[in-house]
């Protein structure tokens, strides 16, 4: 089936540690996105990337970081440096010239 | 640089009634597209409806449709025959025509009531 997918589901880290979270799409899109959502809140676009081994920052990017080795591979890593990085991260993709973005189903990252 | 903007932070609706959600949008650009999306518990986003701004013409998709109005700039999701299973936080987003960056709302949690 198609889609994208994301893992894990739930993760619980330490603070001070850097964490990865995974997002694989098989809809042969170019663009991969990546939104976080605080609760009670809309989502906010952190990085994004139209095409492989080129992304650009969104809207909060700092403390996290990215890379586009493959067209069908975004992951985020959420670095030591993002002072809340608690919250719910949703990984995106769409074609080029394409209105819509599918989402995948999320991952809830916990720090304490 | 854009915005939405959704004023009711939650809503309830009798099962079979329709119900009214409403978006409010801001942006210099001439050419852009609106959208809904649909949060249920589980945190995944489903696309609802797309409007472009030159359609003249308001989306449906089944239940829902889009009452586009340009010039009041507002983009409200029109939910038909409320059931159950709508209940779920809806989201009003939009994004430049040939662009990649989608803007939020803050969302509107629904209710439906039995």
């Known amino acids: 089936d198609g889609g994208i997918t994301q893992s894990p589901k739930y993760l619980f880290r330490k603070e001070g540690q850097n964490v990865t979270l995974s997002c694989e799409q098989n809809l042969n899109h170019d663009a991969m996105y990546w939104y976080r959502q605080d609760p009670g809140q809309g989502l906010r676009l952190i990085y994004y990337s139209q095409i492989v081994n080129d992304f650009q920052k969104g809207d909060i990017a700092e403390g996290y970081s990215v890379s586009r080795e493959k067209k069908e591979s975004f992951p985020l890593t959420v670095t030591s440096a993002q002072k809340n990085p608690t919250a719910f991260y949703l990984c995106?993709?769409?074609?080029?010239?394409?209105?819509?973005?599918?989402f995948g189903p999320g991952t809830r990252l916990t720090v304490t | 640089a854009q915005k939405i903007t959704q004023t009711q932070p939650g809503m309830f609706v009798q099962e079979k009634e329709a119900v009214t959600l409403d978006c409010t949008y801001d942006?210099?650009?001439?050419?852009?597209?609106l959208f809904w999306y649909k949060q249920p518990s589980s945190g995944e986003m489903i696309f609802l409806i797309y409007?472009?701004?030159?359609?003249?013409q308001n989306a449906t998709e089944g239940r829902y449709s889009l009452n586009f109005q340009k010039a009041r700039k507002s983009a409200n999701l029109v939910i038909s025959a409320s059931q159950l299973g709508d209940s779920a936080m809806y989201f009003c987003?939009?994004?430049?025509?040939?662009?990649?960056?989608?803007?939020f709302g803050a969302g509107t949690i629904l209710r439906v009531k039995s």
């Open positions: 409007q472009g701004s030159y359609d003249e």
């Open positions: 942006t210099s650009d001439q050419s852009y597209g």
């Open positions: 995106a993709s769409g074609g080029i010239g394409s209105y819509e973005q599918y």
């Open positions: 987003a939009m994004r430049r025509e040939y662009g990649n960056k989608l803007v």
